[in-house]
């Protein structure tokens, strides 16, 4: 019964046999030659090729070799004309002993592909052996009053022909005392016995001398002779009787010498000398028998070691001889025991030491394996380690293919040691092992891969040429020149490029200035590609650091010069300010002397109002010079200067008190600027209010200046304040949320009323610019594109131009397209350009 470890090997090895079926075609046999032994080397045996259905021109294109167990070459190919040949010259004797019929194994073997045939090679006996005798004289000695009809045995002789070409008879010199009779034994050989016909008497002669002769049937026979000299002895009439006429034992082969084999007992019922019995071995050449007898116990032991596959079997003829000269014989049938003495053997055939990675199943090795034990002993399994990607199909009579389990790849493992063990089934088990080395191919199945899939750097503006940004960096599992990674842009504009990239290094460096002011973020495609072609890519988006290099700016949108003198609190000049940097760079500060009356207010984002601080005196001073200073808070600060020299003046009203001029409405309400600009962020609360350039009349009394009114509109009214001293300010009130998108200006007329009769009125248009600021989304025309592309197609055909809106303004309003998420295999077939939304087939 089998163990549960030799069940699962065989498991493990034998998963299918479906090869044999492309190996062997169903139902076929062996082909079978025949020819007599001797025959001289090179001699023509058979057309080998014919007779299995191939073509001559096959075998040499398919690596024909003829293989023989135990790989001694007793044939060879003729591949170019496809003749199987002898070798040498064939012994049947030596090549298969006793063994009738003689029939020697062998297998054509096709390499590629792998195919067996089986053929038979029978060698039949010609008559080149004579009978011999090993002993070249007998000696009988028999009694004188010997019975006639007694038989007498006669030892044999021995020819290493088979069949009508060994022994057939024997025959005995003319004589009238004897003739030879010839018997068959059971194991087909022939053996004389010698039979009394005349009785003798020693008085007449004492001693006769015949020739026994052996013959064969061959043509021509053969024959051998030895001599039989008979001593006639005195009366001795009971002859050695053993217990058993025939023996049976077993011995292991690898039993020690001097082992007890059997012992053999005889007894004679003669006295005295006439009784004493000896042992000998009857039958047998002492130098190559490997057992010996004690003449006296008569144990027979071991004298030479056993071997199972040698020798299976011994047939021992014991004598027994009484003092007398009388003698009796048995038969000892000894049978060698098989052991596992024999190491199985592996002739590995063909050898594949290197095979490419992702193949299909691949032989790797074709291989025979043999053991000459026999039974359990001889029987055996192959195996290779669990864990190797390979399998065992055992494919014709003892030979094995190594073939890969699924495709190898090299990236995973370069290298497989296989150990291959053929163990027998014998007790103790024996095993012998190959190991193999099994070198896996490198292919270019590896795109380059980029340690990051996305890069983000940062790059002050205005940093030197050739300063360094980022390195990229990409990685390729293949080996060689498939591994080798080379760099490049990824579909850019040369022209407008501010960076190159070293196509060894992965270094990014800049290549033309920076400025923050003109670019905030730049986004690069890298593609990695290597020595088959194979690419990777990567994305980079590059952002410009501003730095403080702009100096803030101040624009003037009202200013009122000259001013009246005692009046308190007047707006002197409204005016903006504004940095093109960013962040701490763009906040700015704004300050005046602080020796001066006036003061400075701010209002909206960005916006001041300059106002005098109380009631000036024109007469203390006439004339000031105003200097506004606006600085950033950036590193270096940096700052603008804006300077204003303002006018005092006299109010009219005192000259009419001193001419008593009685005033009439005479002077209509007059702007000093036709148009007041002003600008509002989209996004300022409603009840924001925004002073307004005050008109001036020159009237007085109710005839000067009373009121101010704002063409209707749905966002704004207009506030009067009015500054206690006569004077009226108007303020601009916003009732609702601007919004850029659907009112970017507007345009509002505002009207100066005095309180005349009849009134008259001076007008300003108020432009109002909304600011915009980043509150709308991009969205596309269409939420979903349809497209259709041949699998023909050229690369960097286009495949859809998709278009996007942003209902913002300036940079707001600019719109990038880029995918928002994509697998590998898309960024691998499809390209987006960023500008214009262009989706292409990507260039590969």
Same mark, same amino acid.
């Given at each position: 019964m089998e163990t549960a470890p030799a069940k699962t090997l065989q498991k493990r090895q034998v998963i299918f046999l479906a090869i044999l079926l492309l190996l062997w075609e169903p139902g076929s046999e062996a082909v079978r030659y025949s020819m007599p032994e001797e025959t001289e080397s090179g001699s023509f045996v058979a057309t080998l090729a014919k007779d299995l259905g191939l073509r001559v021109g096959e075998l040499a294109t398919r690596g024909a070799r003829i293989h023989y167990k135990g790989n001694k070459q007793l044939l060879q190919l003729d591949v170019t004309t496809g003749n199987l040949l002898l070798y040498e010259k064939l012994d049947r004797e030596v090549l298969c002993g006793a063994t009738d019929p003689c029939i020697l194994h062998f297998q054509l073997l096709l390499e590629n592909p792998v195919q067996f045939f089986q053929a038979d090679l029978q060698l039949t006996d010609i008559n080149d052996h004579s009978p011999e005798f090993l002993e070249r004289e007998m000696l009988l000695k028999i009694p004188e009053n010997v019975q006639t009809g007694t038989v007498f045995p006669l030892k044999i002789a021995q020819d290493f022909d088979i069949g009508s070409n060994t022994i057939q008879n024997y025959t005995i010199s003319p004589n009238s005392h004897f003739h030879v009779v010839t018997h068959n034994r059971g194991d087909g050989r022939k053996y004389p016995e010698l039979v009394l016909d005349k009785p003798l008497d020693r008085e007449e002669g004492p001693e006769l001398s015949l020739t026994l002769t052996a013959l064969d049937s061959g043509a021509p026979p053969r024959s051998g002779t030895t001599a039989v000299r008979i001593e006639v002895v005195d009366i001795n009439d009971n002859a050695p009787e053993f217990l058993q006429s025939v023996y049976e034992v077993q011995i292991p082969e690898n039993s020690p010498l001097n082992s007890l084999v059997v012992a053999v007992s005889a007894r004679d019922l003669d006295a005295g000398t006439n009784g004493n019995v000896a042992y000998a071995l009857f039958q047998g050449d002492e130098a190559t028998q490997p057992f010996v007898i004690d003449e006296i116990t008569g144990e027979i032991r071991l004298k030479r070691a056993l071997d199972f596959e040698a020798t299976r079997y011994y047939n021992v003829e014991i004598a027994a001889t009484d003092g007398g000269g009388l003698s009796g014989k048995c038969t000892v049938v000894i049978k060698v025991v098989d052991v596992n003495d024999n190491v199985p053997e592996l002739t590995m055939s063909t050898l594949t030491s290197s095979t490419p990675e992702n193949s299909p199943e691949t032989v790797v090795a074709v291989f025979s394996v043999s053991d000459p034990d026999s039974g359990d002993n001889g029987r055996m399994v192959c195996s290779i380690q669990n864990d190797l990607?390979?399998?065992?199909?055992?494919?014709?009579?003892?030979?094995?293919?190594?073939?890969?389990?699924?495709? #190898? &790849?090299? !990236?995973?493992?370069?290298? $497989?040691? =296989?150990?291959?063990?053929? +163990? *027998?089934? @014998?007790?103790?088990?024996? /095993?012998?092992?190959?190991?193999?080395?099994?070198?896996?191919?490198?292919?270019?199945?590896?795109?380059?891969?980029?340690?990051?899939?996305?890069?983000?750097?940062?790059?002050?503006?205005?940093?030197?040429?050739?300063?360094?940004?980022?390195?990229?960096?990409?990685?390729?599992?293949?080996?060689?020149?498939?591994?080798?990674?080379?760099?490049?842009?990824?579909?850019?504009?040369?022209?407008?490029?501010?960076?190159?990239?070293?196509?060894?290094?992965?270094?990014?460096?800049?290549?033309?200035? #920076? &400025?923050? !002011?003109?670019?905030?973020? $730049?986004? =690069?495609?890298?593609?990695? +590609? *290597?020595? @088959?072609?194979?690419?990777? /890519?990567?994305?980079?988006?590059?952002?410009?650091?501003?730095?403080?290099?702009?100096?803030?700016?101040?624009?003037?949108?009202?200013?009122?010069?000259?001013?009246?003198?005692?009046?308190?609190?007047?707006?002197?000049?409204?005016?903006?300010?504004?940095?093109?940097?960013?962040?701490?760079?763009?906040?700015?500060?704004?300050?005046?002397?602080?020796?001066?009356?006036?003061?400075?207010?701010?209002?909206?984002?960005?916006?001041?109002?300059?106002?005098?601080?109380?009631?000036?005196?024109?007469?203390?001073?006439? !004339?000031?010079?105003?200097?506004?200073? =606006?600085?950033?808070?950036? +590193?270096?600060?940096?700052?603008?200067?804006?300077?204003?020299?303002?006018?005092?003046?006299?109010?009219?009203?005192?000259?009419?008190?001193?001419?008593?001029?009685?005033?009439?409405?005479?002077?209509?309400?007059?702007?000093?600027?036709?148009?007041?600009?002003?600008?509002?962020?989209?996004?300022?609360?409603?009840?924001?209010?925004?002073?307004?350039?005050?008109?001036?009349d020159s009237d007085v009394g109710t005839n000067n200046l009373r009121n101010y009114t704002i063409s209707p509109n749905a966002y704004f009214h207009i506030h009067v304040h009015d500054s206690g001293e006569g004077i009226i300010y108007p303020e601009l009130v916003l009732d609702r949320l601007l919004d850029q998108e659907e009112v970017p200006e507007l345009s509002l007329l505002l009207t100066a009323l005095d309180g005349g009769s009849p009134p008259s009125s001076g007008t300003a248009l108020v432009c109002i610019l909304v600011l915009d600021i980043n509150d709308n989304a991009p969205e596309f025309v269409q939420s979903l594109y349809k497209v259709q592309v041949t699998e023909d197609s050229l690369v960097v055909s286009l495949v859809v131009t998709m278009s996007a809106r942003d209902l913002d303004t300036g940079s707001n309003g600019e719109i990038v397209y880029a995918f928002f998420y994509a697998t590998e295999r898309i960024l691998k077939t499809f390209q987006i350009n960023p500008t214009s939304g262009n989706l292409h087939l990507k260039l590969n």
């Amino acid at each position: 019964m089998e163990t549960a470890p030799a069940k699962t090997l065989q498991k493990r090895q034998v998963i299918f046999l479906a090869i044999l079926l492309l190996l062997w075609e169903p139902g076929s046999e062996a082909v079978r030659y025949s020819m007599p032994e001797e025959t001289e080397s090179g001699s023509f045996v058979a057309t080998l090729a014919k007779d299995l259905g191939l073509r001559v021109g096959e075998l040499a294109t398919r690596g024909a070799r003829i293989h023989y167990k135990g790989n001694k070459q007793l044939l060879q190919l003729d591949v170019t004309t496809g003749n199987l040949l002898l070798y040498e010259k064939l012994d049947r004797e030596v090549l298969c002993g006793a063994t009738d019929p003689c029939i020697l194994h062998f297998q054509l073997l096709l390499e590629n592909p792998v195919q067996f045939f089986q053929a038979d090679l029978q060698l039949t006996d010609i008559n080149d052996h004579s009978p011999e005798f090993l002993e070249r004289e007998m000696l009988l000695k028999i009694p004188e009053n010997v019975q006639t009809g007694t038989v007498f045995p006669l030892k044999i002789a021995q020819d290493f022909d088979i069949g009508s070409n060994t022994i057939q008879n024997y025959t005995i010199s003319p004589n009238s005392h004897f003739h030879v009779v010839t018997h068959n034994r059971g194991d087909g050989r022939k053996y004389p016995e010698l039979v009394l016909d005349k009785p003798l008497d020693r008085e007449e002669g004492p001693e006769l001398s015949l020739t026994l002769t052996a013959l064969d049937s061959g043509a021509p026979p053969r024959s051998g002779t030895t001599a039989v000299r008979i001593e006639v002895v005195d009366i001795n009439d009971n002859a050695p009787e053993f217990l058993q006429s025939v023996y049976e034992v077993q011995i292991p082969e690898n039993s020690p010498l001097n082992s007890l084999v059997v012992a053999v007992s005889a007894r004679d019922l003669d006295a005295g000398t006439n009784g004493n019995v000896a042992y000998a071995l009857f039958q047998g050449d002492e130098a190559t028998q490997p057992f010996v007898i004690d003449e006296i116990t008569g144990e027979i032991r071991l004298k030479r070691a056993l071997d199972f596959e040698a020798t299976r079997y011994y047939n021992v003829e014991i004598a027994a001889t009484d003092g007398g000269g009388l003698s009796g014989k048995c038969t000892v049938v000894i049978k060698v025991v098989d052991v596992n003495d024999n190491v199985p053997e592996l002739t590995m055939s063909t050898l594949t030491s290197s095979t490419p990675e992702n193949s299909p199943e691949t032989v790797v090795a074709v291989f025979s394996v043999s053991d000459p034990d026999s039974g359990d002993n001889g029987r055996m399994v192959c195996s290779i380690q669990n864990d190797l990607p390979f399998l065992l199909k055992p494919t014709f009579k003892n030979f094995y293919t190594l073939v890969t389990e699924r495709p #190898l &790849d090299r !990236e995973s493992r370069a290298e $497989y040691n =296989v150990t291959i063990t053929v +163990t *027998d089934m @014998g007790t103790p088990r024996l /095993k012998t092992q190959h190991n193999i080395t099994i070198v896996v191919l490198d292919i270019n199945d590896n795109a380059p891969e980029f340690a990051q899939e996305f890069y983000e750097a940062q790059v002050p503006e205005n940093s030197s040429l050739g300063s360094l940004v980022l390195t990229v960096s990409a990685r390729d599992l293949d080996a060689g020149s498939f591994g080798e990674v080379s760099y490049a842009l990824f579909q850019v504009d040369d022209v407008n490029q501010p960076f190159e990239l070293n196509a060894n290094t992965g270094e990014i460096r800049l290549r033309k200035t #920076l &400025d923050f !002011e003109e670019f905030q973020s $730049y986004q =690069v495609d890298v593609e990695a +590609t *290597d020595g @088959g072609g194979l690419s990777g /890519k990567c994305s980079l988006v590059i952002k410009v650091l501003d730095v403080n290099d702009n100096a803030p700016e101040l624009t003037m949108s009202s200013l009122t010069n000259p001013i009246p003198e005692n009046l308190p609190e007047i707006i002197v000049a409204v005016f903006s300010v504004s940095d093109a940097d960013s962040g701490h760079n763009q906040q700015v500060t704004c300050s005046i002397d602080d020796n001066l009356p006036f003061l400075l207010r701010p209002s909206v984002e960005n916006f001041y109002t300059l106002v005098t601080e109380g009631a000036l005196d024109r007469e203390s001073r006439a !004339e000031y010079n105003i200097t506004i200073t =606006v600085t950033d808070m950036g +590193t270096p600060r940096l700052k603008t200067e804006h300077n204003i020299t303002l006018l005092l003046e006299k109010p009219l009203q005192i000259f009419r008190a001193e001419l008593w001029v009685r005033d009439i409405n005479d002077h209509s309400s007059v702007f000093l600027d036709r148009e007041i600009p002003l600008k509002i962020l989209e996004v300022t609360t409603p009840g924001a209010a925004f002073l307004l350039e005050s008109a001036q009349d020159s009237d007085v009394g109710t005839n000067n200046l009373r009121n101010y009114t704002i063409s209707p509109n749905a966002y704004f009214h207009i506030h009067v304040h009015d500054s206690g001293e006569g004077i009226i300010y108007p303020e601009l009130v916003l009732d609702r949320l601007l919004d850029q998108e659907e009112v970017p200006e507007l345009s509002l007329l505002l009207t100066a009323l005095d309180g005349g009769s009849p009134p008259s009125s001076g007008t300003a248009l108020v432009c109002i610019l909304v600011l915009d600021i980043n509150d709308n989304a991009p969205e596309f025309v269409q939420s979903l594109y349809k497209v259709q592309v041949t699998e023909d197609s050229l690369v960097v055909s286009l495949v859809v131009t998709m278009s996007a809106r942003d209902l913002d303004t300036g940079s707001n309003g600019e719109i990038v397209y880029a995918f928002f998420y994509a697998t590998e295999r898309i960024l691998k077939t499809f390209q987006i350009n960023p500008t214009s939304g262009n989706l292409h087939l990507k260039l590969n």
